[in-house]
């Protein structure tokens, strides 16, 4: 639970033993925390939404824990509706908008009442993110975003939205996130707070010179590792 965080204007998500709910008549926003993932990884869920009357959905790499307007964020999002259902790039870039990719839905992949299996694969890839969705086994989006914002090249949070219009909405059976070429996800908050004591030692180090505590190359070679260091931490790999 306290992996969470929320934005609800009333009630925050109730925990039931490993599930999560958002009910009543507020929509809110709850994400985990910020994490890098190994490239190709993959997390999974099930998803119920007792009604599906509204949008609703789950984000992805993005820079914010939980946000009200998704003008502010960057980051994606896969948008659930009756009729469609959408991937959003968060914010918009140039003339392409927020929508990049569109799935016919019908209430026939994801409906009221009937809970789905989702897993979403985030690879970053030299030329752009590669973005998969499955929802049941079944591939549903499949699309390599070749204009992502570069702050969607590092790592984000991921999360889930809830909408009043639906009534209710559970999350069980969140599984983390599997495989990858590096495994499993990772906080970030113990390198981001190594880096910075790196660099402010290696701010200090003189080497190579008459009375010099190190010796010559050892700021170099420290340098070198900072900037390997801070390479995994903007790239989540």
Same mark, same amino acid.
């Given at each position: ?7 609800? @204007? ?54 914010? !824990? ?15 509706? !009756? ?15 927020? %929508? ?34 499955? %929802? ?18 590092? !790592? ?50 003189? @080497? ?7 010796? !010559? ?21």
């Amino acid at each position: 639970e306290t992996s969470w965080k929320e934005n609800s @204007d009333k009630l925050g998500p109730q925990y039931n033993g490993s599930s999560m709910v958002m009910d009543g008549a507020a929509s809110s926003m709850l994400a985990g925390q910020k994490l890098a993932v190994s490239s190709g990884a993959t997390f999974k869920a099930n998803v119920l939404y007792e009604k599906l009357s509204q949008w609703t959905g789950i984000t992805f790499k993005s820079t914010q !824990p939980v946000s009200g307007s998704f003008t502010t964020q960057v980051g994606y999002g896969i948008v659930v509706k !009756p009729d469609i259902i959408e991937l959003q790039r968060y914010p918009k870039v140039g003339s392409d908008g927020g %929508i990049i990719a569109i799935v016919e839905n019908n209430e026939e992949i994801c409906r009221g009442g009937v809970a789905f299996d989702v897993e979403a694969t985030v690879k970053t890839q030299k030329d752009g993110v590669h973005v998969l969705v499955k %929802i049941d086994g079944e591939t549903i989006i499949d699309y390599l975003d070749k204009v992502a914002p570069a702050e969607a090249m590092g !790592p984000g949070y991921y999360g889930f939205m809830h909408h009043s219009g639906n009534t209710k909405t559970t999350i069980s059976k969140f599984t983390g996130v599997t495989g990858g070429s590096g495994g499993e996800y990772m906080s970030l908050v113990p390198l981001e707070k190594a880096i910075t004591e790196a660099s402010k030692f290696e701010a200090g180090v003189v @080497d190579g010179e008459t009375g010099a505590t190190y010796k !010559p190359g050892s700021k170099d070679t420290l340098k070198a590792a900072i900037d390997a260091a801070q390479g995994v931490y903007d790239n989540g790999s």
